[in-house]
C-alpha cells in the first residue's frame, strides 16, 4: 500500500469559514440583552411546538432571543427592553398554547 501525501492550499484570502483556528474574520461578541424574562406555558410536547412559540414570541417588539424547554414547560425570552405581560400571552395564545405565568429570571 503507498501512501499519497495531499496539500491543501486555501483558495481565499478571506479566512477559514468558522474562523475557529482563528483565520477567519472576527465576530463583534453577542450583546446582552436588556432583559430576560422565564413563563411557565402549557401544552408544548415536541419541535413544532418550539418553532411556534419561539416564532410567535419574536414578533414582540424588543425580542432577541427565545428559548424554549420542552421538559419543563419553560420559555426564556431576551429583549431589549421591559416586555409587556399582555403582549407575551398574546403571541403564546396565537401560537396555541396556554401561559401559566411569569417565573421571573
Known sequence: MS??????????TEGSCCGSCGT???EAPATAAAER???????MTCGHCVSSVTTELKK??????????L???????D????L???DVAAAIDEA????????GA
Open 37 to 43: 424574562a422565564v413563563f411557565q406555558v402549557k401544552g
Open 71 to 77: 421538559t419543563t414547560g419553560q420559555v426564556t425570552v
Open 3 to 12: 501512501e499519497t501525501t495531499v496539500t491543501v492550499e486555501p483558495t481565499s
Open 84 to 86: 409587556s405581560g399582555t
Open 60 to 69: 414582540v417588539a424588543g425580542v432577541t432571543e427565545v428559548s424554549v424547554d
Open 96 to 103: 396555541g398554547y396556554d401561559l401559566i405565568g411569569r417565573l
Open 79 to 82: 429583549s431589549t427592553e421591559a
Open 24 to 26: 477567519g474574520a472576527a
